[in-house]
């Protein structure tokens, strides 16, 4: 193939080859299901079949493409396969990965206005039909950003602005006049919190972890004591942190409860809703977020449970003025006269992906109805799989199933134990490559996760890792 000396890639090429790769992202989508979930490849196996150093002159394309399927599908966990049950199952949609392609090729840097009037106004847009949709009132605004544990950490920036202590402009380190800051949330939290904690300056001794009833809910009360505990002593809260879909077992805060208490004592409220903020969406589910309008700010991941590909995470804030105190700052070269919404006074970051572009694909294309189906349809499979273990004598639930997350281990009798056999049964179905679940402790127990969330999975593949485990369950106590 010649290839011209300088400038991109030839545009007869470029075409041929960017069918090529569609056609190979269809075939992929395809045959997913004959693909090992999680890969096959040992730690550094990947690495070792490649060169150490780049090419010294350019390659044909089909010889890169080719090592696609060689190297890289092999070093493949398949996030999209309708057997990922492991962590949250998340995966993309067709119409998602257009919005990615797209963007690609826009490939814009969404800081000013005039650099990205696409971003600038689409994002906007689709974050307030997504806020529509799940029901929050009109006083939010949304921000996109990569992950949720960026929009936490943005979140608790805002708080620490909110508090007027200067930080901004003195820092914290050196400093006697301030006193112990204080970060509240449940012994259930995602670690995000305790990395935004960390990154803040404010030191992990900061974070009071919240003990959670038998359901893994933030207890109120406690969280009450320990406020007018830290009151006295003195320390100022800072911020409290609500989960809607803990990480471990779904479990709900009560954040109704909790925005009265930080009402009373005027302290921000941050809600990671970051898996289950997307069921919203679903009318029936509405009261698992009672409080949540009450918030300051919430994070919720469409990259996780609206067929979004990764990344794409929002956070919504009532106070998006208070936002850009925290964040803006604007260096001489990027000083414009029009009076423009800039995204670049919103984060950390200059320049922004355009990311709102393949939420919009995926909300135009499913439609309001057709997403609340799907995710209906999860919750319906996880509760089917739920009912299977609750009426077998070798299984039992350990949480509740509010969403689309099943916690579960075996149990059969005679077994002294029972994590090992479980953290057994969860190794052998992951290694044979035909499911993958994960693992959490509850209550000290082996306990083990299957998530429903892939927009690909039907109830034979839960079917199917129900037949495995008690495959192997009988196989043990045979
Ligand atoms: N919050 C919750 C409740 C989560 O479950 C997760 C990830 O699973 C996160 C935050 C972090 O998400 P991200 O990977 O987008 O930072």
């Known amino acids: 193939m010649e290839k011209n000396n300088l400038g991109d890639m030839p545009k007869e090429d470029f075409r041929k080859y960017g069918h090529e790769v569609v056609d190979w992202i269809a075939d992929y989508f395809e045959r997913l299901e004959t693909l090992p979930v999680l890969s096959q490849n040992q730690p550094n196996d990947l690495k070792n079949a490649l060169p150490t ?32 049950h492991g962590l949250f199952a ?30 600038t106004e689409l994002e906007p847009v689709v974050l307030d039909w997504l806020r529509q949709m799940m029901n929050l009132p009109g006083d939010f605004s949304g921000i996109i950003y990569d992950t949720a544990s960026i929009s ?32 509240y949330c449940s012994e259930q939290t995602h ?25 893994f809910e933030m207890d109120a009360e406690k969280l009450r004591e320990a406020i007018r505990d830290d009151l006295s002593a003195g320390h100022l809260p ?8 803990t990480t471990s077992t779904t479990s709900i805060d009560p954040v109704d409860k909790i925005a009265d208490i930080c009402r009373r ?26 409080g949540w309008e009450r918030a300051d700010s919430i994070v919720t991941n469409p990259h996780k449970w609206l067929f979004t590909p990764f990344d794409l995470s929002v956070l919504y804030v009532k106070d998006l003025d208070l936002l850009k105190k925290t964040f803006s700052l604007v260096a001489e070269y990027l000083k414009v006269a029009e009076t423009v919404t800039n995204q670049m006074d919103y984060g950390i970051q200059l320049g922004r992906r355009f990311r709102s572009l393949k939420l919009w694909f995926v909300m135009r294309y499913f439609g309001q109805q057709g997403l609340r189906e ?48 479980n953290e057994k049964i969860m190794n052998e179905i992951n290694a044979s490559g035909e499911a993958y679940l994960s693992h959490t402790k509850l209550n000290s127990k082996f306990t083990l996760r299957l998530s429903v969330g892939s927009i690909r999975v039907e109830e034979r593949h839960l079917r199917k890792v129900w037949d495995l485990l008690n495959e192997k369950v009988n196989n043990e106590i045979r």
Not at 239 to 244: D, E, G, H, L, N
Request: charged share 20%.
């Open 53 to 84: 150093a780049a090419p010294a002159t350019g390659e044909n394309f089909p010889q890169i493409f080719e090592d696609v399927e060689k190297l890289i599908l092999p070093a493949v966990t398949h996030w999209n396969h309708p057997n990922f």
């Open 90 to 119: 998340t995966s993309t949609s067709s119409v998602g990965v257009f919005g990615e392609m797209l963007a690609a090729a826009f490939d814009m840097k969404a800081m000013l206005w005039r650099t990205s009037p696409a971003s």
């Open 152 to 183: 936490t950490l943005h979140a608790l920036a805002m708080a620490r602005e909110k508090l007027n202590l200067g930080i901004r402009e003195n820092g914290m380190s050196g400093r006697t006049d301030l006193p112990l800051l204080r970060v």
């Open 191 to 215: 670690s995000s919190i305790d990395k935004a904690v960390i990154l803040l300056g404010l030191g992990t001794r900061s974070i009071v972890k919240i003990p959670t009833n038998e359901r």
């Open 238 to 245: 800072l911020c409290v942190v609500a989960t809607i879909g």
């Open 265 to 290: 004592n005027n302290i921000f409220l941050h809600v990671d809703a970051a898996y289950a903020g997307s069921a919203a969406i679903v009318p029936e589910l509405q009261d698992y977020f009672k």
């Open 374 to 421: 799907r995710i209906r349809e999860h919750c319906r499979l996880a509760r089917t799989f739920a009912n299977w273990v609750d009426d077998s004598p070798n299984f039992e639930t350990l949480a509740p199933v509010p969403f689309a997350l099943c916690c579960f281990r075996t149990c059969p009798k005679g077994v002294d134990d029972l994590d090992a056999l």
